[in-house]
T-cell receptor, first 111, second 115 residues
Framework: QKEVEQNSGPLSVPEGAIASLNCTYS??????FFWYRQYSGKSPELIMS????GDKEDGRFTAQLNKASQYVSLLIRDSQPSDSATYLC???????????FGKGTKLTVNP | DAGVTQSPTHLIKTRGQQVTLRCSPK?????VSWYQQALGQGPQFIFQ???????QRGNFPDRFSGHQFPNYSSELNVNALLLGDSALYLC??????????????FGPGTRLLVL
């Protein structure tokens, strides 16, 4: 069973701080990695996608991928109360488009 | 540019009944995937449709079936509903460009409650 593990949290940071979310995966054949944000009662919204080792930045968000360590992370700089949500890490099952999700990390940004 | 749409938004059924959920993909997308998300869990893959055929299936019983139409819209059918089928059902659309290269965008979901 291919697995994706996330810190369950909850993670609480003050407004303006950096929030760091982590994810590990078991399938070495995985090629695509995603972070989705899910507000309570809503559906997942794509935040970042990353396909190669290293960092990818988009505004206040930076995704980091290390395939050797089977580790992907999301950094949120200058965290805002509107960033408070559950963040889902998703990884494709090697050789397919099936996404395997972690259980999510609940982030709270305190004003 | 219309995003992924799903209907209905909410549904209440009783055990043993059958339900059909509908999804229209984002404009320009040709692939539809269905996921089940139980409370407090991440979404779980049910199956994916491309060119009106099921391409891949997750670990769900045959009570779960689907269909894709020529206009790329899709239906998810669940027969003989169980209490444990209560969940948020998510449709995700994508453009098939190559294995491991597609990005899936989710619709608003259908919340199903089985009593």
């Amino acid at each position: 069973q291919k697995e994706v593990e996330q810190n369950s949290g909850p993670l609480s940071v003050p407004e303006g701080a950096i929030a760091s979310l982590n994810c590990t995966y078991s399938d070495r054949g995985s090629q695509s990695f995603f972070w989705y944000r899910q507000y309570s009662g809503k559906s997942p919204e794509l935040i970042m996608s990353i396909y190669s080792n290293g960092d990818k930045e988009d505004g206040r968000f930076t995704a980091q991928l290390n395939k050797a360590s089977q580790y992907v992370s999301l950094l949120i700089r200058d965290s805002q109360p509107s960033d408070s949500a559950t963040y889902l890490c998703a990884v494709n099952q090697g050789g397919s488009e099936k996404l395997v999700f972690g259980k999510g990390t609940k982030l709270t940004v305190n004003p | 540019d219309a995003g992924v749409t799903q209907s209905p938004t909410h549904l209440i059924k009783t055990r043993g009944q059958q339900v059909t959920l509908r999804c229209s993909p984002k404009s320009g997308h040709d692939t539809v995937s269905w996921y089940q998300q139980a409370l407090g869990q991440g979404p779980q893959f049910i199956f994916q449709y491309y060119e009106e055929e099921e391409r891949q299936r997750g670990n769900f019983p045959d009570r779960f079936s689907g269909h894709q139409f020529p206009n790329y819209s899709s239906e998810l059918n669940v027969n003989a509903l169980l209490l444990g089928d209560s969940a948020l059902y998510l449709c995700a659309s994508s453009l098939l460009v190559g294995v491991g290269q597609e990005t899936q965008y989710f619709g608003p979901g259908t919340r199903l409650l089985v009593l």
